[in-house]
């Protein structure tokens, strides 16, 4: 009894080895490579793209304001009532073209008195210098004469410049704005009257960082894009001011403007100074990837071989990033799918299959 105690639990315990050498040996179910290794999958498809020597402009943006090369609020020099306006509100006018005439009624009166005065001052001095001819007359008196002559002539200019200030005129060619007055209205010196833009000739002012001084010059580009305004406006660096604003360390600047009939002073307008154009190897901002502060790309070789190559970035513009080192032009890079490509790995190209065996395939060329 004591024998086929001992014996059974020998039996089963050899029972269950062997069960357990069995399962661990046997393959498993679908072929010798079914769950095999994560090299039996297929290589990922990408998306690649070649890099490429590009021109690139280096800009400056800014935020500016539109303004008007000339600007003026027209005012009267002297007191007087509104007689009549000669423009319209939006009018373009020349330059000299009446804009206000205030009542000058007094004036013309004084002017005519001066003339008279005038006249009867030459004919005394006409008279006088006759009569010196003969001794008759003292050279005094001709004095006198012709120092009354003298002043006779200034009472009348004077009542002339008081007669041109009663009619205003505009300093220069541009638009006029709104009225301020009506006929009738009593003004004083410095009321407003209305204003006056050459809206013709527009100007860009803005301010951009100090830092940037050194590569500043009257000549370069300009972009400027308004809102609801198209196409994009070309425009010209016309003046750089020569003192930094100590409280925010920028420099003001002027571009001039195209005319545009949409653009009006006082407008908002975003302009990109370009400071250098030069050419450049680019590739899509898609394809670089960061690792703390590395920066790569996957490259991708004739065996359609993925790599991972470290690169040097430069200026980002228009969804494309300059390469300053680290590429070669024509080399392809991995722009979609590269979350899946391992380096060393190969990849699937669209249209084509890596020279490794086509995707699905078992590996090392066995039948299915």
């Given at each position: 009894?004591?024998r ?6 020998l ?99 004084g ?20 009569l ?11 004095d ?5 002559l ?10 002339r ?8 005129t ?13 006929p ?7 009321d ?9 000739q527009l100007?860009?002012?803005?301010r ?10 009257t ?27 100590p ?21 908002f ?7 250098e154009?030069?050419?450049?190897l ?10 703390g ?12 071989t ?22 070669a ?10 979350q899946k ?12 299959t ?15």
């Amino acid at each position: 009894m004591r024998r086929r105690t001992v014996a059974l639990p020998l039996a089963v315990g050899a029972l269950l080895v062997a069960l357990v050498l069995w399962f661990g040996l046997r393959p498993p179910a679908g072929g010798p490579h079914a769950g095999g290794p994560p090299g039996g999958m297929p290589p990922p498809l990408v998306e690649v793209a070649a890099a490429t020597p590009r021109t690139i402009d280096i800009t400056a943006s800014a935020v500016g304001s539109v303004e008007a090369a000339e600007s003026i609020t027209v005012t009267s020099p002297v007191t007087g009532t509104v007689e009549r306006l000669h423009f319209t509100e939006g009018q373009r006018v020349a330059r000299g073209a009446p804009l206000v005439e205030l009542d000058a009624a007094a004036e013309f009166a004084g002017l005519d008195a001066a003339q008279a005065e005038l006249s009867d001052a030459r004919r005394n001095l006409d008279r006088l210098t006759q009569l010196s001819g003969s001794g008759a007359v003292s050279r005094a008196t001709l004095d006198q004469a012709r120092a009354r002559l003298a002043t006779a002539r200034a009472r009348v200019d004077e009542s002339r410049a008081g007669l041109d200030d009663r009619r205003i005129t505009a300093p220069f060619a541009g638009t006029v704005g709104l009225a301020q007055v009506s006929p009738g209205a009593v003004v004083q010196p410095g009321d407003p009257i209305t204003t006056l833009a050459t809206v013709a000739q527009l100007k860009l002012a803005f301010r951009l960082p100090a830092q940037l001084l050194p590569r500043l010059r009257t000549g370069l580009p300009v972009r400027a894009r308004a809102e609801g305004i198209a196409p994009e406006l070309a425009g010209t660096v016309t003046r750089i001011d020569n003192t930094v604003d100590p409280a925010t360390r920028s420099i003001a600047v002027e571009a001039a403007l195209p005319d545009t009939p949409a653009l009006r002073p006082g407008m908002f307008v975003t302009a990109e100074v370009v400071l250098e154009t030069r050419e450049a190897l680019t590739v899509p901002e898609a394809a670089v990837l960061l690792e703390g502060d590395q920066s790569y790309v996957f490259t991708v070789d004739d065996a359609a071989t993925a790599a991972r190559t470290p690169v040097v970035l430069g200026e980002r513009r228009d969804g494309v990033v300059e390469i300053r080192d680290g590429l070669a032009p024509g080399v392809r890079v991995v722009v979609a799918g590269v979350q899946k490509v391992m380096p060393g790995r190969p990849v699937t190209l669209p249209g084509g299959t890596p020279r490794t065996g086509a995707p699905g395939a078992p590996p090392g060329g066995a039948a299915p």
